[in-house]
């Protein structure tokens, strides 16, 4: 079993930076994929990143890359996206996601985190 809690959205300007976090629990985060997906209003969840065991190998969503950046901490149990020039169209909740897999995936996600909302205004 593994709980999420993410962290860090809020209000931005377009142009902006923000850096979530999401802290786990549970002693086998290092196992898992972690990913990041969002949802806006009105829209369907979306992937956005995600990242191996390891943290050696990451894969985007092509709307995000080159702007956003994905990494993990396992000694803190806590994976974190790193958001740059950030746009109007990045609004959404924000959640964080793990997969027990060793491959990472846009799809199968086993354990959820709330979410956080992240609003970028023109």
């Known amino acids: 079993q593994v709980q999420l809690v993410e962290s860090g959205g809020g209000l931005v300007q377009a142009g902006g930076s923000l850096r979530l976090s999401c802290a786990a629990s549970g002693r086998t985060f290092s196992t898992y994929v972690m990913g990041w997906f969002r949802q806006a209003p009105g829209k369907e969840r979306e992937f956005v990143a995600g990242?191996?065991?390891?943290?050696?190998?990451?894969y985007y969503a092509d709307s995000v890359k080159g702007r956003f950046t994905i990494s993990r901490d396992n000694a803190k149990n806590t994976v974190y996206l790193e958001m740059n020039s950030l746009k109007p169209e990045d609004t959404a909740v924000y959640y964080c996601?793990?997969?027990?897999?060793?491959?990472?995936?846009?799809?199968?996600?086993?354990?959820w985190g709330q979410g956080t909302q992240v609003t970028v205004s023109s």
């Open positions: 996601a793990a997969r027990n897999s060793r491959i990472i995936s846009t799809m199968g996600y086993d354990y």
């Open positions: 990242i191996s065991w390891s943290g050696a190998n990451t």
